[in-house]
């Protein structure tokens, strides 16, 4: 049997062939520019090639609610031409099969429980740290999505006192994605994540604001594992700092297993970059399952 699984995100689409053991037969990019024209080529790579559903993981917002009447949709993004649009719906009138379909991070998440060092793990949090922000929580083994779906990205945070940085996000300001994402990162400093090398405040910096975010998640969440992914997670001095930072700000306040041991419980995503279109792998199967 032969999955579809399609990760959209707002500057590509990766379009894959799958089997049920997250096994990639066939992947494809496509840019991702106007709806009509990138839509096109979606279907013309899924067409003919008999796939038995088909898994969508989406930048967003999205309306992940299937009682909702824009259930499917991309609703309030700034990426120009996919406000309010029907990405399910459109994807559906050339490609009849059973679909699954959430947010990219969900996805990546999904992955990760699924396939990945973290495969087993009902009560886990992914967070991506690249160009946007983003999280996904799986809680009691299903995927939270509540009145829309979670934004992590843009819980807003104290800024560290060395720190005189505005922020990058244009709702927010100080937010995670604000003052933690690539693009913050690149224009706080005039240089990408891993151009800084050896900037010491730069990553101090960084770490204390992913920590901080990390430290509401645990308290608010309580998740057995946090999975960091994305570009600025690729910078693996990091992690470390972002553990010890994280055993600082929760000042010895809960005492679980998974707390004691930091390297297992906040770790790098363990797919290659494969865990989000791995995800729609399992979306794809998940639909054809009827669950």
Known sequence: MIFGALEAGGTKMVCALGKQDGSILDQ??????????????????????????????????????????????????????????????????????????????????????????????????????GTGVGGGIMSGGKLVHGMLHPELGHMRLTIHPK????????????????????????????KSARELGDNDLAWEIESYYIAQALVSIILIVSPKRIILGGGVMHVEKLFPMIREDVKKELGGYLMTK??????????????????????????????YLGE
């Not at 720190?163 to 005039?190: M, N």
């Not at 790098?268 to 989000?276: E, F, R």
Request: some cysteine; hydrophobic content about 35%; proline content about 7%.
């Open 163 to 190: 720190d005189t940085y505005k922020g990058h996000c244009p709702f927010h300001g100080t937010c995670l994605e604000g003052l933690a994402s690539g693009p913050a990162l690149e224009e706080r400093w005039g």
């Open 258 to 287: 998974e707390l004691s041991d930091l390297d297992s419980y906040i770790v790098p995503a363990s797919l290659h970059d494969d865990q989000g279109i791995m995800g729609a792998i399992r979306l794809a199967e998940l639909a």
């Open 28 to 129: 494809v990019s496509i840019p991702t520019t106007s709806p009509d024209e990138t839509i096109r080529r979606i279907i013309d790579y899924f067409r003919d090639k008999g796939i038995s559903a088909l898994g969508v993981a989406s930048f967003g917002p999205i309306d992940p609610d299937k009682t909702s009447p824009t259930y499917g949709y991309i609703t309030s993004t700034p990426k120009p031409g996919w406000a309010d649009f029907d990405l399910l719906g459109t994807l559906k009138k050339d490609i009849d099969v059973p679909m699954g379909f959430d947010t990219d991070v969900n996805g990546s998440l999904l992955g990760e429980v699924t396939y990945g060092s973290s495969k087993g793990i009902s009560d886990a949090v992914y967070i991506t740290i």
